[in-house]
Nanobody
Framework: QVQLVESGGGLVQAGGSLRLSCVAS?????????MGWFRQAPGKEREFVAA????????YYADSVKGRFTISRDNAKNTMYLQMNSLKPEDTAVYYC??????????????????WGQGTQVTVSS
């Protein structure tokens, strides 16, 4: 069974930085998987933040975070990261990591992913 465990959330002032981590387990290899970050603010639908193709390393970002967030992975540790810089109050949300074998057309859609972490809260104060 695939398991994902996030960490690294917290409270930060606007303009600050946080790094989220997501450790994946339950598969011998995740080379055929896409790993993604999504977030959900109160009263809003879960939205795409960033994704990485585990094998080739192709990166995808939501327009709202381009230039501020960086997604990366460490193959040896089966760990994905989200470096978040220049944080804004509107980035406040619960952040989730997700994974699955998804087609290109499904990378940006949370319903495409079947494996999810428990979420980590990110709060950005103004």
């Amino acid at each position: 069974q695939v398991q994902l465990v996030e960490s690294g959330g917290g409270l930060v002032q606007a303009g600050g930085s946080l790094r989220l981590s997501c450790v994946a387990s339950g598969r011998t290899t995740f080379s055929t998987y896409t790993m993604g970050w999504f977030r959900q603010a109160p009263g809003k639908e879960r939205e795409f933040v960033a994704a990485i193709i585990w094998s080739g390393g192709s990166l995808y970002y939501a327009d709202s975070v381009k230039g501020r967030f960086t997604i990366s992975r460490d193959n040896a540790k089966n760990t994905m990261y989200l470096q978040m810089n220049s944080l804004k109050p509107e980035d406040t949300a619960v952040y989730y990591c997700a994974t699955d074998r998804v087609p290109y057309s499904g990378i940006y859609h949370f319903k495409t992913y079947n494996y999810w972490g428990q979420g980590t809260q990110v709060t950005v104060s103004s």
